[in-house]
């Protein structure tokens, strides 16, 4: 290319905002030429000040409005547009064929926001993107078979298809060193999610948990990694009904039992053990070789509905543990062919800008 590639990563809240950023770092280790923009939509924005200045530090992002949006989605010299939610209005461009067939736009490029326990919606949301990446690997002919179903009907020449699936996450990637044999030296966290457990005397009992974690291991501070602080998202569709911060103030805890809300690369630095429930944080631990307990069978788990998906996803992954093993911290390995379907190669980001340069040439009228 004879310019710098232009590309603008939208996000909207703390999920997409994980995405945008890590997205961003692939982009740029892979083109450090490029002129990455980090576009915060308006009309879905649920992040605080604290979140914004927390994960972008510098601060470099622009707020779009619903005209900006529509407006960099035709603008002819931005080569991609990369989304893990794809907002409306993107959606009902991509369904008019004459956008789609033009050349003088934006590639839309499509990831899911993380662990998808219910992903057909979210295909259907993205059958009419450019290209779409998926995690696990296992998700690909299921898309594949999606569009079979869907598309004919609507769409009988398939000029709707997205013509490119790819596997991969920025937050999935192989990962970067084994888990240790032994219990390393650091602090123990509980990765906590705004759904799951879905009850407070399920959130009561993962308290307690982590309150006889810190009494069994006073050398250590166990430490309850918030997503988010309580007066926090009060607008994001996940709301938290029972906060922790809340929760605690009514149990008598040990002193090296504590709170956080740090940023997700800070606790994986000081981390020896990660322990999770639904959490997509699963990932991230994986990804950075920490231990890993994957813990299920809380107190009223039989009601929480992303139970039974997460542990269908996690089923041979070698990390579920029960409670005896989580108040022992026995962990264990990954399972290698789980993490051969789950966590994508390193070359991400160069895998999407040869897509995106492969679309960069003129397409001839009624092409796909």
């Not at 990831?111 to 993107?129: E, V």
């Not at 920025?170 to 602090?187: F, I, K, N, Q, S």
């Not at 190669?345 to 796909?368: Q, T």
Request: glycine share 4%; hydrophobic share 45%.
């Amino acid at each position: 290319m004879t310019r710098p590639r232009r590309l603008l990563i939208l996000f909207g809240d703390d999920s997409t905002l994980f995405f945008a950023t890590r997205m961003r770092a692939q982009l740029r280790a892979a083109d450090p030429a490029a002129e990455v923009r980090l576009g915060a939509f308006a009309d879905e924005l649920a992040l605080s000040p604290r979140q914004l200045a927390l994960h972008v530090p510098e601060g470099d992002y622009t707020v779009m409005d619903l005209a900006g949006l529509t407006a960099a989605a035709r603008a002819p010299d931005l080569d991609a547009i990369i989304v893990c939610k794809v907002p409306r209005v993107l959606t009902d461009l991509l369904m008019d064929p004459a956008y789609r067939q033009s050349s003088a736009r934006p590639r839309i490029i499509a990831f899911l926001p993380g662990l998808d326990f219910f992903p057909d919606r979210g295909m259907r949301n993205r059958l009419y993107c450019d290209s779409v990446y998926l995690f696990p690997r296992d998700y690909l002919p299921r898309f594949r078979a999606l569009q079979a179903a869907e598309l004919p009907s609507q769409d009988p020449d398939g000029a709707g298809k997205a013509r490119r699936v790819g596997f991969g996450h920025p937050a999935c990637l192989r990962p970067e060193r084994a888990t240790p044999p032994a219990l390393p030296d650091g602090d123990i966290y509980f990765f906590a999610q705004a759904l799951s457990p879905s009850t407070r005397r399920g959130r009561l009992h993962m308290l307690r948990v982590m309150a006889a974690l810190a009494r069994a291991h006073p050398e250590r501070t166990v430490w309850i990694k918030l997503r988010h602080l309580p007066e926090e998202n009060t607008t994001h569709v996940h709301k938290e009904r029972f906060s922790y911060p809340d929760l605690m103030k009514a149990l008598a805890v040990p002193d090296n039992l504590r709170l956080t809300a740090c940023d997700m690369d800070s606790a994986l630095a000081n981390a020896a053990i990660g322990i999770v429930c639904t959490s997509t944080a699963a990932m991230d631990l994986v990804r950075a070789g920490v231990p890993t307990m994957v813990h299920l069978d809380y107190v009223d788990a039989y009601v929480d509905p992303l139970v039974p998906p997460m542990r269908a996803l996690f089923a041979a992954s070698n990390l579920v543990v029960s409670l005896r093993d989580l108040l022992h911290l026995r962990y264990r390995a990954p399972d290698p062919g789980w993490l051969d379907g789950m966590f994508c190669p390193p070359d991400l980001g160069a895998r999407v800008l040869h897509e995106i340069d492969a679309d960069a040439a003129p397409r001839p009228e009624g092409s796909v």
